[in-house]
T-cell receptor
Framework: GENVEQHPSTLSVQEGDSAVIKCTYS??????FPWYKQELGKGPQLIID?????GEKKDQRIAVTLNKTAKHFSLHITETQPEDSAVYFC???????????FGKGTKLSVKP | DGGITQSPKYLFRKEGQNVTLSCEQN?????MYWYRQDPGQGLRLIYY???????QKGDIAEGYSVSREKKESFPLTVTSAQKNPTAFYLC?????????????FGPGTRLTVL
């Protein structure tokens, strides 16, 4: 079945810097890759997603890139702000297998 | 407001007791899911339901049970057979299965076994 690896597990950046979180997946049939942001004590919030027919997607300060050949995808946050501090999860799903498989999360800290 | 609600927010249980966690959605979504989250871990799937009156086991179903009698509701029962039930429980829904148009999460229930 699908396996999703996420790195790094913790990331600390200065306000205004960029942050990059990377994930790899094992199932070449996976075709949907969402990213979630989870603040302390709350449920995860979908912030951006990408499908396998697209290489990059942007939404204001966040972007996701997908390399199907290498089976990895990344989340890029530019001009980070203290409110970006949270745990970020990547996930992958395929039409054949079904369910979303999540990475173990990255705790991002943005220092003012 | 449209969304997913979970109750209670905090739940305490004595060993040997069954407890039921509530999950309701008014998004008209067909599919619903229950996940368990432990510190430093990703989300692990307990049960999911693609449609009313149907549900399937996820990766860690032992010690849990669910029902899906109504489209809006997907309650989870944590039974006494669950060896280590203390965790943060998250309910989610999606317009379809497996949620390739996004899964949307509720605020969670934190269960503590005393």
């Amino acid at each position: 079945g699908e396996n999703v690896e996420q790195h790094p597990s913790t990331l600390s950046v200065q306000e205004g810097d960029s942050a990059v979180i990377k994930c790899t997946y094992s199932d070449s049939a996976s075709n949907y890759f969402p990213w979630y942001k989870q603040e302390l004590g709350k449920g995860p919030q979908l912030i951006i997603d990408i499908r396998s027919n697209v290489g990059e997607k942007k939404d204001q300060r966040i972007a996701v890139t997908l390399n199907k050949t290498a089976k990895h995808f990344s989340l890029h946050i530019t001009e980070t702000q203290p409110e970006d501090s949270a745990v970020y999860f990547c996930a992958a799903a395929s039409g054949s297998q079904g369910n979303l498989i999540f990475g173990k999360g990255t705790k991002l800290s943005v220092k003012p | 407001d449209g969304g997913i609600t979970q109750s209670p927010k905090y739940l305490f249980r004595k060993e040997g007791q069954n407890v039921t966690l509530s999950c309701e959605q008014n998004l008209n979504h067909d599919a619903m899911y229950w996940y368990r989250q432990d510190p430093g871990q990703g989300l692990r799937l307990i049960y999911y339901s693609q449609i009313v009156n149907d549900f399937q086991k996820g990766d860690i179903a032992e010690g849990y049970s669910v029902s899906r009698e109504k489209k809006e509701s997907f309650p989870l029962t944590v039974t006494s057979a669950q060896k280590n039930p203390t965790a943060f429980y998250l309910c989610a829904s999606s317009p379809d299965f497996p949620g390739v148009f996004g899964q949307y999460f509720g605020p969670g229930t934190r269960l503590t076994v005393l």
